[in-house]
């Protein structure tokens, strides 16, 4: 997993030494979509800071995303990733193309629900683990507001790796 995270980490600094200034400030951002492996719907949030570098706007924050998936009807499984989330803008104007990676904390629980006559019993296993989540941002600047297609990767330390796919809403706050 390191060397996968390298490897975008290499791919993100070499992007962010090409290209054009724009502008600073922050960005509130919402997202919500479908995960392909085990975990379906899933929503969440972000802040980020933009920092302009004098060649291209880096992003820097924080973000949290949470899936859930009903698995019978004798249980449930979820997913909460959190943590910090960086990137750099490729393209502004008109689209907006940026490429971007988290890492953090993820949470994966399982419910499991055994009936016994009249007796039912939840059991819920829960494992702490670490993600990487290499993503590509593909959408359009509205002034303060921008739409797009957010693909990202969940990579699991422990669990199950699965794409994702969100369509993401974010407000720009400040120049």
């Known amino acids: 997993m390191s060397r996968k995270i390298g ?20 960005e509130i951002a919402f997202h919500g979509g479908q995960a392909v492996e085990e975990y379906e719907r899933g929503g969440g949030g972000s802040l980020v800071v933009n920092l302009p570098t004098g060649i291209r706007t880096v992003h820097v924050g924080a973000r949290a995303t ?18 910090v989330d960086a990137g750099v803008t490729l393209v502004s104007s008109p689209i907006l193309v940026r490429a971007m990676i988290g890492v953090g904390r993820a949470q994966d629980s399982e419910q499991t629900v055994t009936r016994n006559d009249d007796t039912r019993t939840a059991t819920t296993t ?3 683990t670490y993600y990487a989540q290499p993503g590509l941002l593909i959408g359009a600047s509205l002034g303060p507001l921008s739409v797009g297609i957010e693909g990202r990767y969940i990579n699991l330390e422990k669990g199950v790796s699965t794409a994702a796919v969100y369509a993401m809403v974010g407000f720009k706050v400040g120049r």
């Open 126 to 128: 829960t494992t702490n």
């Open 7 to 26: 490897l975008i980490l290499c791919v993100v600094v070499f992007a962010a030494v090409t290209g054009s200034v724009h502008g600073q400030g922050a």
């Open 66 to 83: 949470y899936h859930v998936a009903k698995t019978e009807d004798e249980g449930e499984k979820s997913l909460l990733l959190y943590g």
